[in-house]
């Protein structure tokens, strides 16, 4: 039986500049539904403060939980860890630089609660990125939807909300290097 509704896994490599403000921002905007969570943050060898932050708002919310890893291993690892130690009835996957709003968590909730395992979001716009950025991530997804036969929805990046069921499924995967928005989908349940 899991001891928290929901855990919120946060892959952070040097975001000093905006782990207040998405602490602030994400409780904000979850609060109001419930708050039976869980912050999982995943320090992914950051070589600046998020460590000593992560730190401190640790002492202020006994929700922050910190795993900090002794080298750089990447995004995918970083998140694959976080599934590893949540404890909740579903995760929420999310970017630690802001640029996947928090806001938008109450609605993957409410899918939820409807019945949906799995529960993405696709992005309208992408601001803060360079224009390289954008056009190789708009081939990025295209190439691999002719490529794949799975349904992999375009231009969603790892934000969703996944059922522990999902959570189970991707643990019991034995691939080293996972691709997660490609597994996750991989596992058949409903979207
Ligand atoms: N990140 C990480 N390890 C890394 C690089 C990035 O944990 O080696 C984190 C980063 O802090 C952010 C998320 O993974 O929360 C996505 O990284 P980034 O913003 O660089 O990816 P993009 O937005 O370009 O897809
Ligand atoms: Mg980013």
């Given at each position: 039986m899991s001891t928290v509704r929901y855990s919120i896994i946060l892959p952070v490599f040097n975001e000093q500049d905006n782990l207040l403000k998405l602490h602030q921002r994400l409780t904000g905007a979850i609060d109001s539904i419930t708050t039976d969570y869980e912050m999982i943050f995943i320090?992914?060898?950051?070589?600046?403060n998020s460590y000593e932050i992560l730190k401190a708002l640790n002492e202020q919310d006994l929700r922050v939980k910190i795993i900090k890893f002794t080298k750089n291993c990447g995004h995918q690892i970083a998140i694959t860890c976080g599934l590893d130690f949540a404890e909740g009835d579903a995760a929420i996957i999310m970017d630690?630089?802001?640029?996947?709003?928090?806001?938008?968590i109450p609605k993957f909730i409410e899918k939820h609660e409807q019945g949906y395992e799995i529960v993405y979001a696709i992005r309208e716009k992408r601001e803060g990125e360079t224009f390289f950025k954008k056009v190789t991530a708009f081939f990025f997804y295209r190439i691999m939807k002719v490529f794949t036969n799975i349904e992999m929805p375009l231009?969603?990046?790892?934000?969703r909300l996944i059922d522990r069921k999902v959570i189970d499924s991707l643990k019991s995967?034995?691939?080293?290097?996972?691709f997660l928005r490609g597994l996750i989908v991989w596992t058949g349940y409903s979207q």
């Open positions: 320090d992914d060898c950051s070589n600046d630690a630089d802001l640029q996947d709003p928090p806001e938008v231009d969603a990046g790892d934000f995967m034995q691939e080293r290097n996972k």
